[in-house]
C-alpha cells in the first residue's frame, strides 16, 4: 500500500474529489481493488476509484488514459516507474473428485491429462508455459482462454488441469467445487504482480 500512495499525488483539498483511474484485468481487479477501496476510503474520503480493463496498456500509459496499471507484465517507455506490488506461488489445480486427487499425483499420472491454460492478452506467461512443457513433456493444450472465470469453469466441468496464482485459486474455488494438486517439482515459479505508472 505503501508503494501505491506514493506512486500517486492524492494529497489535497479533502473536499475536492479526485478520480483515480486504475487499469487491470478482470480477475486482478476483482482480488485487489476491494481492498484498494478499504484502505484509501478512511484516510482520503474524497479519492473515486475507477477500474477499467487492459485494453493496450502501452497507449493506455502512453495517452495518460489511466493513473495506474496492475499487471503481470512489465511495461516500458518515457517516464514509466514500476512498483512490485506482491508475488504469489503458482499453483495447479482441479476440479473437486478429480481422478488424479485418489492416486499419486506426479509426472506420469498428471500426463494424461490436458491443461486450460490461462494465456491472456499477449500470452502474458510464455515463460510458465514453456517451463512447464519442459517439466513434463510433451503437454497437449486443450483449452485456452484469457479469462481466469471461464478457465475456472472448464476445469470444473471437466478433467482439465489448470494453473493460476494461490491468491486467484481463493478466489475461484469460492465459487466451484475446485482442489489444488501438489504437483509442480521445479516449477516453483512466482508472478510478480506490478503496478505501472507515469512519473
Not at 481487479?29 to 480493463?53: D, V
Not at 502501452?58 to 516507474?81: C, E, F
Not at 491429462?113 to 510458465?128: D, H, I, S
Request: hydrophobic share 45%.
Amino acid at each position: 500500500m505503501e508503494a501505491f500512495l506514493s506512486a500517486l499525488d492524492i494529497t489535497g483539498s479533502p473536499h475536492q474529489q479526485r478520480v483515480i483511474t486504475i487499469a487491470t484485468t478482470p480477475a486482478m481487479g476483482a482480488l485487489l481493488m476491494p481492498g484498494l477501496a478499504s484502505a484509501l476510503k478512511p484516510t482520503f474520503p474524497q479519492i473515486l476509484l475507477h477500474n477499467i480493463a487492459i485494453v493496450d496498456a502501452a497507449r493506455q500509459l502512453d495517452q495518460r488514459q489511466v493513473d495506474l496499471l496492475i499487471d503481470t507484465h512489465l511495461h516500458s517507455g518515457q517516464a514509466i516507474s514500476h512498483h512490485v506490488l506482491f508475488q504469489d506461488r503458482v499453483q495447479m489445480y482441479c476440479r473437486a473428485g478429480h481422478p488424479a486427487l485418489d492416486g499419486p499425483q506426479d509426472e506420469t499420472t498428471l500426463a494424461e491429462y490436458e491443461f486450460a491454460l490461462l494465456l491472456p492478452e499477449g500470452q502474458r506467461y510464455p515463460t510458465l508455459h514453456r517451463r512447464l512443457q519442459e517439466e513434463m513433456g510433451e503437454r497437449r493444450c486443450g483449452f485456452s482462454t484469457f479469462n481466469l472465470m471461464t478457465q475456472a469453469a472448464m476445469i470444473a466441468g471437466s478433467d482439465m488441469l489448470g494453473l493460476t496464482t494461490e491468491r486467484l485459486f481463493a478466489m475461484v474455488s469460492r465459487l466451484w467445487p475446485l482442489q489444488t494438486l501438489d504437483f509442480l517439482p521445479s516449477v516453483k515459479s512466482r508472478l510478480t504482480l506490478r503496478c505501472t505508472l507515469i512519473s
